[in-house]
Protein backbone atom coordinates (compact mmCIF):
# COMPACT_ATOMS: atom_id res chain seq x y z
CA UNK A 1 0.00 0.00 0.00
CA UNK A 2 1.51 3.21 -1.06
CA UNK A 3 1.58 5.92 2.24
CA UNK A 4 -0.55 8.08 -0.27
CA UNK A 5 -3.50 5.63 -0.21
CA UNK A 6 -2.92 5.25 3.45
CA UNK A 7 -3.44 9.22 3.98
CA UNK A 8 -6.52 9.47 1.70
CA UNK A 9 -8.05 5.92 3.61
CA UNK A 10 -7.72 8.09 6.79
CA UNK A 11 -9.51 10.83 5.00
CA UNK A 12 -12.18 8.63 4.58
CA UNK A 13 -11.96 6.62 7.49
CA UNK A 14 -12.98 10.15 9.32
CA UNK A 15 -15.70 11.11 7.39
CA UNK A 16 -17.24 7.68 7.72
CA UNK A 17 -16.92 8.12 11.69
CA UNK A 18 -18.43 11.51 11.49
CA UNK A 19 -21.21 11.24 9.61
CA UNK A 20 -22.00 7.77 11.17
CA UNK A 21 -21.67 9.44 14.51
CA UNK A 22 -24.02 12.35 13.29
CA UNK A 23 -26.71 9.85 12.33
CA UNK A 24 -26.48 7.65 15.02
CA UNK A 25 -26.48 10.31 18.04
CA UNK A 26 -29.57 11.89 17.25
CA UNK A 27 -31.67 8.30 16.99
CA UNK A 28 -29.97 7.24 20.67
CA UNK A 29 -32.28 8.13 23.34
CA UNK A 30 -31.03 10.89 25.73
CA UNK A 31 -29.69 8.40 29.28
CA UNK A 32 -27.36 6.40 26.28
CA UNK A 33 -25.74 9.33 24.54
CA UNK A 34 -23.30 9.92 27.17
CA UNK A 35 -22.29 5.96 27.09
CA UNK A 36 -21.87 6.02 23.40
CA UNK A 37 -19.76 9.40 23.47
CA UNK A 38 -17.19 7.87 25.93
CA UNK A 39 -17.24 4.32 23.90
CA UNK A 40 -16.54 6.22 20.79
CA UNK A 41 -14.34 8.21 22.12
CA UNK A 42 -12.35 5.37 24.29
CA UNK A 43 -12.30 3.50 20.65
CA UNK A 44 -10.80 6.18 19.07
CA UNK A 45 -8.17 6.88 21.77
CA UNK A 46 -7.45 3.43 21.75
CA UNK A 47 -6.79 3.00 17.82
CA UNK A 48 -3.90 5.65 18.41
CA UNK A 49 -3.22 3.60 21.40
CA UNK A 50 -2.81 0.49 19.48
CA UNK A 51 -1.22 1.89 16.48
CA UNK A 52 1.27 4.09 18.29
CA UNK A 53 2.16 0.75 19.92
CA UNK A 54 3.02 -0.69 16.90
CA UNK A 55 5.10 1.86 15.89
CA UNK A 56 7.16 2.09 19.54
CA UNK A 57 7.44 -1.63 19.17
CA UNK A 58 8.86 -1.58 15.68
CA UNK A 59 11.91 0.83 16.95
CA UNK A 60 12.45 -1.06 20.26
CA UNK A 61 10.23 1.80 22.35
CA UNK A 62 12.67 3.83 24.08
CA UNK A 63 15.87 2.74 22.76
CA UNK A 64 15.77 4.64 19.95
CA UNK A 65 14.43 8.44 18.94
CA UNK A 66 11.95 7.56 16.59
CA UNK A 67 10.63 4.89 19.03
CA UNK A 68 10.81 7.71 22.65
CA UNK A 69 8.14 10.02 20.49
CA UNK A 70 5.52 6.94 19.42
CA UNK A 71 6.23 5.50 23.45
CA UNK A 72 4.85 8.79 24.14
CA UNK A 73 2.19 8.86 22.08
CA UNK A 74 1.47 4.99 23.17
CA UNK A 75 1.27 6.29 26.73
CA UNK A 76 -0.47 9.68 26.36
CA UNK A 77 -3.53 7.63 24.17
CA UNK A 78 -3.67 4.64 26.82
CA UNK A 79 -4.07 7.48 29.43
CA UNK A 80 -6.53 9.48 28.31
CA UNK A 81 -8.77 6.30 27.03
CA UNK A 82 -8.56 5.10 30.60
CA UNK A 83 -9.42 8.37 32.11
CA UNK A 84 -12.67 8.60 29.86
CA UNK A 85 -13.50 4.48 30.87
CA UNK A 86 -13.01 5.69 34.97
CA UNK A 87 -14.65 8.73 34.25
CA UNK A 88 -17.98 7.25 33.12
CA UNK A 89 -17.45 4.47 35.58
CA UNK A 90 -17.35 6.60 38.82
CA UNK A 91 -19.87 8.98 37.06
CA UNK A 92 -17.84 12.14 37.36
CA UNK A 93 -14.05 13.38 37.84
CA UNK A 94 -12.06 11.67 40.47
CA UNK A 95 -8.87 12.18 41.01
CA UNK A 96 -7.61 8.88 39.16
CA UNK A 97 -9.06 10.55 35.87
CA UNK A 98 -7.66 13.44 36.56
CA UNK A 99 -4.30 11.72 37.28
CA UNK A 100 -4.75 9.90 33.81
CA UNK A 101 -5.64 13.28 32.11
CA UNK A 102 -2.40 15.17 33.45
CA UNK A 103 -0.42 11.97 32.42
CA UNK A 104 -1.71 11.63 29.47
CA UNK A 105 -1.20 15.74 27.88
CA UNK A 106 1.84 15.64 29.19
CA UNK A 107 3.25 12.31 27.20
CA UNK A 108 1.46 14.17 24.21
CA UNK A 109 3.55 17.31 24.47
CA UNK A 110 6.62 15.14 24.93
CA UNK A 111 5.96 13.00 22.18
CA UNK A 112 5.05 16.34 19.74
CA UNK A 113 8.17 18.01 20.36
CA UNK A 114 10.18 15.19 19.83
CA UNK A 115 8.64 14.57 16.47
CA UNK A 116 8.63 18.79 16.12
CA UNK A 117 12.44 18.90 16.87
CA UNK A 118 13.38 16.07 14.78
CA UNK A 119 15.63 18.18 12.31
CA UNK A 120 17.25 19.80 15.56
CA UNK A 121 17.77 16.09 16.81
CA UNK A 122 19.33 14.41 13.48
CA UNK A 123 21.27 17.65 13.06
CA UNK A 124 19.76 19.19 10.03
CA UNK A 125 18.54 22.55 11.89
CA UNK A 126 20.08 24.55 9.28
CA UNK A 127 17.31 23.43 6.67
CA UNK A 128 14.89 25.58 8.02
CA UNK A 129 15.28 28.95 8.23
CA UNK A 130 15.95 30.49 11.88
CA UNK A 131 13.48 33.62 11.56
CA UNK A 132 10.51 31.48 9.42
CA UNK A 133 10.74 29.04 12.34
CA UNK A 134 10.45 31.56 14.86
CA UNK A 135 7.43 33.82 12.76
CA UNK A 136 6.16 30.37 12.18
CA UNK A 137 6.11 29.39 16.22
CA UNK A 138 5.05 32.70 17.25
CA UNK A 139 1.84 32.51 15.00
CA UNK A 140 0.79 28.98 15.78
CA UNK A 141 1.56 30.13 19.72
CA UNK A 142 -0.91 33.30 19.23
CA UNK A 143 -3.88 30.85 17.88
CA UNK A 144 -3.48 28.66 20.26
CA UNK A 145 -3.90 30.86 23.02
CA UNK A 146 -6.95 32.15 20.88
CA UNK A 147 -7.97 28.42 21.31
CA UNK A 148 -7.45 27.95 24.53
CA UNK A 149 -7.70 30.94 26.21
CA UNK A 150 -11.26 30.54 27.10
CA UNK A 151 -10.90 27.11 28.86
CA UNK A 152 -7.95 28.34 30.53
CA UNK A 153 -9.60 31.24 32.15
CA UNK A 154 -12.66 29.24 33.11
CA UNK A 155 -10.65 26.29 34.72
CA UNK A 156 -8.58 29.21 36.75
CA UNK A 157 -11.49 30.61 37.75
CA UNK A 158 -12.92 27.11 38.87
CA UNK A 159 -9.43 26.32 40.59
CA UNK A 160 -9.43 29.46 42.01
CA UNK A 161 -12.68 29.05 43.65
CA UNK A 162 -12.15 25.49 44.81
CA UNK A 163 -14.97 23.53 42.15
CA UNK A 164 -11.78 22.22 40.45
CA UNK A 165 -8.77 20.84 41.31
CA UNK A 166 -5.48 22.72 39.80
CA UNK A 167 -4.71 19.42 37.78
CA UNK A 168 -7.82 20.65 35.22
CA UNK A 169 -5.47 23.69 34.00
CA UNK A 170 -3.12 21.00 32.58
CA UNK A 171 -5.37 19.77 29.54
CA UNK A 172 -5.55 23.31 28.27
CA UNK A 173 -1.90 24.36 29.14
CA UNK A 174 -0.60 21.00 27.38
CA UNK A 175 -2.79 22.16 24.40
CA UNK A 176 -1.23 25.74 23.98
CA UNK A 177 2.02 24.27 23.37
CA UNK A 178 0.61 21.05 21.77
CA UNK A 179 -0.59 23.50 19.08
CA UNK A 180 2.24 25.80 19.28
CA UNK A 181 4.32 22.78 17.81
CA UNK A 182 2.64 22.43 14.48
CA UNK A 183 4.65 25.09 13.67
CA UNK A 184 7.97 23.10 13.43
CA UNK A 185 5.85 20.03 12.53
CA UNK A 186 4.44 21.65 9.14
CA UNK A 187 7.85 23.29 8.47
CA UNK A 188 9.20 19.93 8.51
CA UNK A 189 7.03 18.23 6.18
CA UNK A 190 7.08 20.90 4.06
CA UNK A 191 10.89 20.43 3.35
CA UNK A 192 10.80 16.70 3.35
CA UNK A 193 8.14 16.33 0.68
CA UNK A 194 8.62 14.11 -1.96
CA UNK A 195 10.02 11.44 0.56
CA UNK A 196 8.01 8.85 2.65
CA UNK A 197 8.82 10.63 5.76
CA UNK A 198 6.44 13.74 4.15
CA UNK A 199 3.41 10.97 4.68
CA UNK A 200 4.28 10.56 8.91
CA UNK A 201 4.79 14.63 9.36
CA UNK A 202 1.85 15.41 7.38
CA UNK A 203 -0.76 13.02 8.93
CA UNK A 204 0.70 14.74 12.34
CA UNK A 205 -0.20 17.90 11.36
CA UNK A 206 -3.57 17.47 10.24
CA UNK A 207 -3.85 14.96 13.66
CA UNK A 208 -2.95 18.26 15.63
CA UNK A 209 -5.30 20.43 13.34
CA UNK A 210 -7.91 17.64 14.88
CA UNK A 211 -7.06 18.77 18.30
CA UNK A 212 -7.53 22.16 17.28
CA UNK A 213 -10.76 21.89 16.20
CA UNK A 214 -11.95 19.98 18.78
CA UNK A 215 -10.33 22.52 21.52
CA UNK A 216 -11.39 25.84 19.39
CA UNK A 217 -14.73 24.52 17.93
CA UNK A 218 -16.56 26.01 21.19
CA UNK A 219 -15.29 29.68 20.41
CA UNK A 220 -15.54 29.31 16.25
CA UNK A 221 -18.95 27.91 15.77
CA UNK A 222 -20.79 30.39 17.98
CA UNK A 223 -18.54 33.44 15.81
CA UNK A 224 -20.13 31.89 12.77
CA UNK A 225 -23.65 31.85 13.84
CA UNK A 226 -23.60 27.98 14.54
CA UNK A 227 -24.19 27.53 18.69
CA UNK A 228 -26.83 24.71 18.62
CA UNK A 229 -25.78 22.12 20.84
CA UNK A 230 -26.07 19.45 18.31
CA UNK A 231 -23.27 21.64 15.69
CA UNK A 232 -21.12 22.04 19.13
CA UNK A 233 -20.83 18.70 19.36
CA UNK A 234 -20.95 17.36 15.85
CA UNK A 235 -17.58 19.67 15.27
CA UNK A 236 -16.36 18.71 18.56
CA UNK A 237 -16.54 14.74 17.54
CA UNK A 238 -15.16 15.64 13.80
CA UNK A 239 -12.07 17.25 15.64
CA UNK A 240 -11.42 14.51 18.10
CA UNK A 241 -11.99 11.59 15.27
CA UNK A 242 -9.86 13.31 12.67
CA UNK A 243 -7.02 13.77 15.34
CA UNK A 244 -6.82 10.13 16.57
CA UNK A 245 -7.67 8.71 12.67
CA UNK A 246 -4.70 10.92 11.66
CA UNK A 247 -2.31 10.41 14.33
CA UNK A 248 -2.57 6.68 14.22
CA UNK A 249 -2.60 6.81 10.33
CA UNK A 250 1.13 8.56 11.25
CA UNK A 251 2.17 6.12 13.45
CA UNK A 252 0.95 3.03 11.47
CA UNK A 253 2.84 4.49 8.45
CA UNK A 254 5.81 4.87 10.46
CA UNK A 255 5.41 1.31 11.42
CA UNK A 256 4.87 0.17 7.57
CA UNK A 257 7.70 2.21 6.35
CA UNK A 258 10.24 0.15 8.90
CA UNK A 259 8.78 -3.00 8.46
CA UNK A 260 9.32 -2.74 4.58
CA UNK A 261 12.97 -1.28 4.91
CA UNK A 262 13.85 -4.42 7.61
CA UNK A 263 12.21 -6.89 4.64
CA UNK A 264 14.39 -5.16 2.69
CA UNK A 265 17.41 -5.79 4.53
CA UNK A 266 16.29 -9.42 5.04
CA UNK A 267 15.92 -9.81 1.15
CA UNK A 268 19.40 -7.92 0.57
CA UNK B 1 31.39 5.01 -12.11
CA UNK B 2 32.36 8.43 -11.95
CA UNK B 3 33.36 9.60 -8.96
CA UNK B 4 31.38 12.67 -9.83
CA UNK B 5 28.28 10.99 -9.57
CA UNK B 6 28.80 9.69 -6.25
CA UNK B 7 26.99 12.74 -3.90
CA UNK B 8 24.40 12.61 -6.23
CA UNK B 9 23.83 9.03 -6.46
CA UNK B 10 23.43 8.97 -2.32
CA UNK B 11 21.13 11.88 -2.36
CA UNK B 12 18.71 9.84 -4.63
CA UNK B 13 18.67 7.14 -2.34
CA UNK B 14 17.82 9.75 0.75
CA UNK B 15 15.12 11.29 -1.13
CA UNK B 16 13.46 8.16 -1.27
CA UNK B 17 12.77 8.97 2.95
CA UNK B 18 13.71 12.27 2.86
CA UNK B 19 12.17 14.35 -0.31
CA UNK B 20 14.91 15.63 -2.77
CA UNK B 21 15.25 18.94 -0.30
CA UNK B 22 16.52 17.20 2.51
CA UNK B 23 18.54 14.58 1.18
CA UNK B 24 20.45 17.16 -0.89
CA UNK B 25 20.66 19.59 2.27
CA UNK B 26 21.74 16.18 4.00
CA UNK B 27 24.90 15.27 1.60
CA UNK B 28 25.93 18.41 1.46
CA UNK B 29 25.42 19.21 5.57
CA UNK B 30 27.26 15.83 6.35
CA UNK B 31 29.64 15.89 3.29
CA UNK B 32 30.97 19.33 4.82
CA UNK B 33 31.53 17.29 7.92
CA UNK B 34 34.09 15.01 6.58
CA UNK B 35 35.77 17.66 5.29
CA UNK B 36 34.02 17.71 1.82
CA UNK B 37 32.28 19.21 -0.77
CA UNK B 38 28.62 16.92 -2.21
CA UNK B 39 31.10 17.36 -5.31
CA UNK B 40 34.27 15.66 -3.53
CA UNK B 41 32.41 12.72 -2.46
CA UNK B 42 34.53 9.90 -4.13
CA UNK B 43 34.26 6.09 -3.97
CA UNK B 44 37.53 6.79 -1.15
CA UNK B 45 35.24 9.19 1.23
CA UNK B 46 32.06 7.60 0.90
CA UNK B 47 32.35 5.41 4.44
CA UNK B 48 33.11 8.59 5.79
CA UNK B 49 30.20 10.30 4.45
CA UNK B 50 27.64 6.83 5.05
CA UNK B 51 29.27 7.32 8.75
CA UNK B 52 28.53 10.40 8.99
CA UNK B 53 24.99 10.01 7.51
CA UNK B 54 23.91 7.49 10.30
CA UNK B 55 22.77 9.33 13.14
CA UNK B 56 20.92 11.80 11.12
CA UNK B 57 19.27 8.95 9.65
CA UNK B 58 18.83 6.79 12.80
CA UNK B 59 16.92 9.96 14.07
CA UNK B 60 14.56 10.50 10.89
CA UNK B 61 13.93 6.58 10.24
CA UNK B 62 15.30 4.46 12.82
CA UNK B 63 18.01 2.16 12.93
CA UNK B 64 17.09 -1.07 10.62
CA UNK B 65 15.87 1.57 8.02
CA UNK B 66 18.52 3.58 8.00
CA UNK B 67 20.96 0.59 8.33
CA UNK B 68 19.15 -1.07 4.50
CA UNK B 69 19.39 2.91 3.28
CA UNK B 70 22.89 2.86 3.89
CA UNK B 71 23.91 -0.81 2.80
CA UNK B 72 21.77 0.33 -0.44
CA UNK B 73 24.34 3.25 -0.61
CA UNK B 74 27.34 1.36 -0.31
CA UNK B 75 26.71 -1.59 -2.62
CA UNK B 76 24.85 0.39 -5.51
CA UNK B 77 27.56 2.88 -5.41
CA UNK B 78 30.69 0.21 -5.83
Not at chain 1, 189 to 196: K, Y
Request: charged share 15%.
Amino acid sequence: MKFRSLAILAGVAATIVVTADTLVYQTLDRTVRPFYTTGLRTLLLLLVAVAAGLAANRFGWLREYVGRAWTCFFAAYSFLAASEVIRRATGGTTLASQLCVIAGNIAIVIGTALVARSFNAAGLDALTSRTRMVVATAVSLLIALALCYDAIVVNFRATLAGQEMASALVSPLADVITFALIAPLFLSAFALRGGQVFWIFALLTTGTMGWMLNQGWDIMAPAVGLDTEQIIRAGRIAGFAIACVFIAAAAFTQWLAARRAGQAVAIG
Amino acid sequence: MSDVVVGDLVAQKLSVHLGPNVARMAVKTFAGKIGASSAEITMANLPQLIDALRPMLVVMIGKEPSEAVLGEIARDCR
